[in-house]
């Protein structure tokens, strides 16, 4: 199997990045430092549960992103592994399936073109040195099963079953450049149960352009990752926002009980 990771400068970059994450001082352990306040002082959500209006939309399940092999793992693996992404997420596509709701992806692809920009933001410019999510064309699939731009092994039955709406291609973080919120409205989705990757960059624009557009959104905290670098936790980061911004913040456990009836 081929990985984006696999070409040398690739492989270097992602070296020294692994290095620098490494070093004396560098880190984010700390007791609980993900924990909800003791006293909130912002008030209790208010979503109200109707799966017939309501989507599971997962952003970017993909290999590089979520997996040991895949190019991002230096940057995501941490919070990857922390939050128990992949099983978790797992469990969300299982209970969604059963409950015959319905199930959306918002994958990120970049082809040759994409890397031709004449400029970029910070976390543009790191995905495009590692080569995350790269496809050797928009109309070929030449080289991207099992590829670092291809999804989680884990996930395929779910997400190639042929009910699972699989959008076109975010570009940088959030929905706007694909046709995710057009195959939702058609469904009549209002409400979303939204999970993913990364927690501060995409999941965080879908939330928000999301809210803007008038749905309501759940962020399920422990099936969400983000990148932690020197330059900041975005896990930690993006938890903020989400208490501030999401119509709810809940657990995968959560989740899976209200859809079983529990």
Known sequence: MT?????????L????????LAAPGIGFAAEKPYADPVK????????????????????DPQIDFMSPKGAGWPVFG???TEQHLVPNLGRLFTAFKKAGATVAISPHYYYPHDHKWEFEGPAE??????????????????????????????????IEDGKTIVASPHKLYGPQSNDLMLQLRKQRIDKIVLAGMASNLCVESHLREFLERGFE??????????PKLPDGDGYGSALVNFRYIANGLVTTDEVVQKLEGR
């Open 13 to 20: 970059y992602a070296s020294l990045l692994a290095a620098v």
């Open 40 to 59: 909130p002082a912002l008030p209790a959500s208010t979503f109200q549960w109707d799966m017939s209006r309501t989507a599971l939309v997962v952003i």
């Open 3 to 11: 990985f984006n990771s696999t070409h040398p400068r690739k492989m």
């Open 125 to 158: 410019t790191v995905q495009h040195k590692l080569g995350l999510f790269d496809r050797k064309g928009a109309l070929t699939l030449d080289g991207f099963r099992n590829s670092g731009a291809d999804f989680m092994p884990e996930f395929k039955p779910v």
């Open 78 to 80: 941490e919070s990857v």
């Open 217 to 226: 959104v759940v962020v399920v905290r422990d099936a969400v990752a983000g």
